[in-house]
């Protein structure tokens, strides 16, 4: 029987969205953690609640009877640093089965990291904050030997009069992640990922990561866990795993959920190498910077076997982007996915709506630049304040009682910004539809576009909350829809 049973709390089924697209990967950060464990010695188990309803956890606790619950929060997925009130829930639940059991309970993520009073309030024993996978091994060996757990690095708890106690180091380093196992492939159950990708993509994708952390300082990018530290794996222990992935599991594309790949251009170029010695090669999507793809750089990319690159562009004013303190230029936006369309890349956006100091005029630059560069596809989420930024803390007294997004499809708007969430909705499902069209020539398209536009320019004089003070409705441009021959030609230009 397993001394640790480790879990989670993300639930594709819980988040509407995400079960549409249907697009789901196994908890590398939980993993890791399990590979430290299992590193000095401990029997671990996994209870993937990813595709598992998490009901059956009372199920496994009671088949495999661990002497402690530890709930570790995939740091590597995006939906799990989003802090959905869904998943707090599930946590709750699950603090529950344990309790019924006697079972301590350890919990390590972004949200509880950022409120550590809350998740003890509803019974959580233990929780780590950081860069954790060492300090839960020292946890985890002083709960079962019965030893102080009091100097832990990064150790929240509550203490004998029943106070929150704080650790002396606030968060737990652990310079040697890079150093860790590959994540376990038998705790994985690889059979259902591989059915829900087939059968709704027609391929089998897996995640996988190269680095960990990012040191650049975009004001609204929340990083509770590793700060601004970076540390990168071995290229040839990378190009291992992914050939072990191709040849094992069946795997027919790759995932970085790094959040920034490619930041280390000489480790991008034997990382070429090292999957071309090997005979590697899958085709892979990463997540980067524009400033980052040199020619050089999109050249290893594409002999490694890269297929996508989605870039953190964000906005197409560049006023916007410098108050982000994003570190990029609209010209390296540009210059980025000429050289990914030359390589052939797809080059993908993620953008947003809503932050402060964004009116009517950048968000017809935003727009403009998607249609003039064109990218293959775009993400659109709305600007999100979450504790320990700049953002949060400029917009902080302006929040009110929902401070969490439900789900992932639950944008909305939870400052004073510009206008109303129902706007930049419209402008999300507007932009998507315009650019998803591009590669639909069906005849009814063009005049669901145009609809869709048209409710934007009504909705953008109804729904303003937050006027432009040096501005009396003035409008540079037109904003209205773009007919496909106009986008081709302005693509073009």
């Not at 969490?404 to 419209?426: K, Q």
């Not at 536009?453 to 409705?473: F, I, K, Q, Y």
């Given at each position: ?282 085709p892979f999507k990463i997540q980067s ?77 935003t727009i403009t630049l998607v249609r ?122």
């Amino acid at each position: 029987m397993p001394n640790i049973l480790l879990t989670h709390s993300y639930h594709l089924h819980f988040d509407a969205k995400q079960a549409r697209k249907m697009q789901p990967y196994r908890p590398l950060g939980t993993l890791f953690a399990a590979s430290a464990l299992r590193e000095h010695g401990y029997d671990v188990a996994l209870f993937d609640t990813m595709l598992r309803d998490p009901e059956e956890l009372a199920n496994v606790l009671d088949e495999t009877r661990p002497k402690i619950l530890v709930i570790y929060e995939d740091d590597f997925n995006f939906l799990t640093k989003m802090c959905l009130s869904r998943m707090r829930e599930v946590v709750w639940k699950f603090v529950g089965l344990a309790k019924e059991r006697a079972l301590p309970v350890v919990i390590h993520g972004s949200d509880a990291s950022d409120h550590p009073e809350l998740f003890l309030n509803h019974g959580i024993d233990y929780l780590l904050r950081g860069e954790a996978e060492s300090a839960l091994v020292e946890l985890c060996a002083a709960i079962l030997s019965g030893g102080s757990v009091d100097d832990i690095p990064g150790l929240v708890q509550r203490n004998d009069q029943g106070e929150i106690a704080h650790p002396k180091h606030a968060l737990a380093p652990n310079p040697s992640w890079s150093q860790l196992p590959s994540p376990p492939h038998d705790l994985t159950n690889f059979a259902p990922y591989r059915e829900a990708w087939t059968a709704s993509h027609g391929y089998f994708s897996v995640n996988m990561v190269a680095s960990r952390g990012c040191p650049y300082r975009c004001n609204w990018c929340a990083k509770p866990i590793s700060g601004d530290k970076f540390q990168l794996r071995s290229a040839a222990e990378v190009a291992d795993e992914m050939r072990l992935l191709k040849s094992s599991a069946g795997v027919d594309h790759i995932w970085f959920s790094d959040d920034v790949f490619a930041l280390n251009h000489h480790w991008t170029q034997d990382f070429a190498r090292e999957v071309t010695a090997r005979h590697a090669a899958l085709p892979f999507k990463i997540q980067s910077r524009a400033n980052l793809m040199t020619t050089q750089v999109v050249g290893w990319l594409k002999e490694a076997g890269c297929a996508e690159v989605w870039m953190g562009v964000e906005s197409g004013s560049q006023k916007i982007l410098d108050a982000m303190d994003k570190g990029i230029t609209i010209a390296q936006v540009e210059d980025a996915r000429d050289r990914l369309k030359h390589a052939g890349i797809r080059a993908c956006y993620f953008l947003q709506f809503g932050y402060p100091g964004e009116h009517w005029n950048e968000i017809q630059q935003t727009i403009t630049l998607v249609r003039r560069t064109r990218p293959e596809n775009i993400g659109i989420s709305f600007s999100y304040p979450l504790p320990g930024t700049v953002f949060y803390e400029r917009v902080r007294e302006q929040l009110g009682a929902k401070r969490n997004w439900v789900a992932s499809d639950d944008l909305c708007i939870l400052f004073e910004a510009a206008y109303s969430t129902d706007f930049y909705r419209a402008i999300r499902d507007a932009l998507h539809a315009e650019v998803d069209s591009w590669a639909d020539n069906s005849p009814q398209v063009e005049p669901h576009i145009k609809h869709l536009w048209d409710e934007v320019e009504a909705l953008e004089t109804t729904e303003r909350r937050n006027p432009h003070p040096d501005t009396n409705d003035v409008r540079t441009h037109s904003f209205g829809f773009v007919s496909a021959d106009k986008l081709t030609g302005t693509a073009e230009a």
